[in-house]
């Protein structure tokens, strides 16, 4: 089956510092990934939608200049926390999409950030 | 905006019990409805998937259903174990396959 891959898995950063993670599409290609971030004991919140080769979407209210999207390649999106602040402290999980026709989404294993 | 809610928030139950998790959706111009499990500190784990021109798809003890037309899905488990404590996750795909989630049922499955 499709396997999406996340680095690091977790991450301990210091406040104003910036943090990079990578979401990888490991057997298949992805042209568009989503990044979500999930607060405690909440669901998840879609961040941004990830197109390769163009810029990155982004939900209302998530600052686009803050959280750097960059899809580079079918396999790779990278999403950079920038100037990280304690309160950026998350789970960031992302996804990468099947074949059109299903529509169906899979879901790396997710990063666990933690701004000091 | 798509709303996905799902009742109960939490439930416990006794090993061996048969039990009904819902969700609701606003816009029933989906795709697809996916239900997902999450443990703690954990990523989402897949567990079934209804095409919007699906009713139900099964899984083992496993059973999901969807009725697009009144925006509702139910996910059902039939002779709960521990081991099915986790967090349930009923997810939505709309346009350019945007995922909306629920906020989860939490389960907790009593030896």
Known sequence: GAVVSQHPSWV????????KIECRSLDFQATTMFWYRQFPKQSLMLMATSNEGSK???????????FLINHASLTLS??????????????????????????EQYFGP?????VT | KQEVTQIPAA?????????????????SAIYNLQWFRQDPGKGLTSLLLIQSSQREQTSG??????DKSSGRSTLY?????PGDSATYLCAVTGNFNKFYFGSGTKLNVKP
Request: charged share 15%.
């Open chain 2, 11 to 27: 439930l416990s139950v006794p090993e061996g019990e048969n039990l009904v998790l819902n969700c609701s959706f606003t816009d």
């Open chain 2, 61 to 66: 003890r496993l059973n999901a259903s969807l």
């Open chain 1, 56 to 66: 990155a979407t982004y939900e209302q209210g998530v600052e686009k200049d803050k």
């Open chain 2, 77 to 81: 488990i039939a002779a709960s174990q």
């Open chain 1, 12 to 19: 301990i950063c210091k406040s104003g510092t910036s943090v």
């Open chain 1, 78 to 103: 990278t999403l950079t926390v920038t100037s990280a602040h304690p309160e950026d402290s998350s789970f960031y999980i992302c996804s990468a999409g099947g074949t059109s026709a299903s529509y």
């Open chain 1, 110 to 114: 997710g990063t666990r950030l933690t």
